[in-house]
């Protein structure tokens, strides 16, 4: 199963998600640091869930990595838009 597969397989199992786009953007980074040349190491998630309303914006950043769990280690950037 590809990288975007397991965070979206995830996300989707932790939260109620109103919208949830994964997007990998490894293509972008290509050369720089962090690249490790698997095409599956920098991703963005737009994500927009029930209850995250009534969190802070840490507060959420911090519900997606608890609900990734070790996924979250395996990327090199994780750029998240939360709401």
């Known amino acids: 199963m590809k990288m975007e ?11 109620t998600a109103e919208s949830l786009d994964v997007v990998n953007e490894s293509h972008l980074h290509a ?8 095409g599956e190491s920098h991703f963005r998630v737009r994500l927009k869930a029930e209850g ?14 608890q609900a990734l769990g070790p996924l979250a280690t395996e990327v090199h950037a994780l750029a998240l838009e939360l709401s």
């Open 52 to 65: 995250f309303e009534s969190m802070s914006r840490v507060a959420r950043h911090r519900a997606v990595h």
């Open 5 to 15: 597969e397991k965070i979206r397989a995830a996300l989707e199992q932790a939260f």
């Open 31 to 38: 050369g720089h640091s962090g690249d490790d040349g698997s």
